[in-house]
């Protein structure tokens, strides 16, 4: 399988001998969002984010991974939507670190439907 990462940041995956490395390919899918404001404490405004439809998914093609982001995986799962191409990196408690930043996961999650 080929993956195609469609996110704009490099995903470093640790692979046997070092790290392999999916550039961005410049499609980017996205779930809409907009805030409702619905409270204010202490004089700061408390929004709730509601979570719109999903634009910019490429269609599935055999033989190609998408690796999106967690918030496009979940959006994919909430349509309903039946692809066994989405892949999300596993940014838990054991992905490799620098100053609390992620730099690497160890593993994709797989995030389809099948």
Not at 56 to 65: H, T
């Amino acid at each position: 399988m080929q993956f195609q990462n469609c996110t704009p940041h490099t995903i470093f995956v640790t692979v046997p001998g070092g790290l392999r490395a999916f550039e961005p390919s410049g499609i980017l899918p996205r779930v809409a969002v907009t805030a409702t404001v619905c409270a204010s404490i202490d004089d700061v405004a408390i929004s709730m984010p509601v979570y719109g439809a999903l634009e910019n998914l490429p269609p599935e093609r055999p033989g190609v991974g998408l690796i999106v982001s967690a918030m496009v995986a979940d959006a994919v799962a909430r349509e309903g939507l039946d692809r066994g191409d989405i892949y999300s990196p596993d940014t838990g408690a054991d992905a490799i670190r620098e100053a609390g930043q992620v730099k690497a996961v160890r593993r994709l999650l797989y995030r389809g439907g099948r």
